[in-house]
């Protein structure tokens, strides 16, 4: 075979590959969905932070030396066990719990409120999220709440909101656990879903067929854009509150 025809044949197989190409793109089959009756259940979702509910800060506030260290980190302490001894006093721990940090050694110089030793109880955790505006709004107390453990992912455990509350621009939602699993120690984290809404016998749409607040619908053999407002949604159907979609129409599905 010559190069000219070489060329020639390199050049016609382009034009069919970009032809096909340009089809594929421009020319994608339209596939319609109809709507369908059912549950819905709308989700918050968060990154939760396991929070130790009593902890207790040792500090003194004059400048002293320590003069005894009565416990180190990891030990097991019960209330009015001694802590450490600075100067003169001992100092007893009010609560029960760990202790998780000794920050001085003996004989070294405690500045003004400088946290000498931390105990924290173990025994008493919740879990906080911080949320933003928009997704905290439909949050309420008591609300029935899922939780997997990244290194627990086959284990779901139920708890609920405990409470909603400001902290310095942030919205934070402390959730309670009804059984916590075996492990979990403060600063560790959770997939937190908080379920907002439900809704049985509803009218839903897949929110594929949803663009800047319309979607396309076939009825009768014609075509027409129209508005949907929505309540409850889950992750991929949402419920229309509005009065223009009905089961036998069929919408069309945006391509993933």
């Not at 209330?79 to 100092?91: E, F, G, K, N, R």
């Not at 929110?207 to 407002?229: D, F, H, P, W, Y």
Request: aromatic share 8%; proline share 4%.
């Amino acid at each position: 075979m010559s190069i000219k025809k070489k060329i020639i044949l390199f050049l016609s197989l382009a034009i069919l590959f970009l032809g096909i190409a340009f089809f594929a793109i421009f020319f994608k089959p339209r596939e319609y969905l109809k709507p369908k009756r059912g549950e819905v259940v709308e989700t918050i979702y968060g990154l939760g932070t396991v929070t130790a509910d009593q902890t207790y800060h040792m500090r003194s506030g004059i400048t002293l030396s320590i003069r005894k260290l009565f416990v180190k980190e990891g030990d097991f302490v019960k209330v009015s066990q001694p802590l450490a001894q600075l100067d003169q006093s001992i100092m007893r721990s009010p609560i029960e719990g760990t202790v998780t940090v000794v920050a001085y050694k003996e004989g070294e110089i405690v500045p003004p409120q400088g946290s000498i030793i931390m105990v924290t109880n173990l025994k008493h955790l919740y879990l906080e999220v911080s949320l933003e505006q928009q997704s905290v709004l439909p949050v309420k107390e008591n609300q029935k709440v899922f939780i997997s453990f990244e290194s627990l992912r086959n284990e779901r455990v139920e708890g609920w909101v405990k409470s909603i509350y400001p902290r310095e621009n942030q919205f934070i939602v402390r959730i309670e656990l009804k059984n916590w699993p075996s492990g979990v120690l403060p600063g560790m984290t959770a997939d937190v879903a908080i379920l907002v809404g439900k809704k049985s016998d509803a009218l839903l749409i897949p929110l594929r067929a949803i663009s800047a607040g319309q979607v396309e619908r076939l009825r009768n053999g014609k075509k027409e854009k129209v508005s949907v407002k929505l309540g409850v949604i889950d992750g991929e159907w949402g419920e229309v509150v509005s009065d223009n979609i009905s089961v036998d129409d069929e919408l069309l599905i945006r391509k993933k």
